[in-house]
């Protein structure tokens, strides 16, 4: 009888660590999957500052204009 016992319990054990397995794999997955997401962005942020900075040193009048009727817009808006 305490044979049966122990392994029921056995074969209640088994499915739990099955499930704690997958979640540990699932876990790690979304670990690398958040990692790699995160040097992507990363990367598209340093491209958009190389390409951003290359615009403004070929035409830096364009920018101070750009950047005074944003800074205006946005003074109009604060007003309100």
Do not use: Y
Request: charged share 25%; hydrophobic share 40%; aromatic share 2%.
């Amino acid at each position: 009888m305490a044979n049966r016992s122990t392994s029921a319990g056995a074969q209640k054990q088994q499915p739990v660590d099955e499930i704690k397995h997958a979640v540990e794999e699932l876990g790690q997955q979304a670990q690398e999957r958040i990692s790699e997401l995160g040097e992507s962005a990363r990367q598209q942020a340093n491209d958009l500052q190389s390409t951003l900075e290359s615009r403004i040193r070929e035409k830096p009048i364009n920018a101070i204009l750009i950047a005074a009727g944003v800074g205006i817009l946005i003074g109009m808006l604060w007003r309100r």
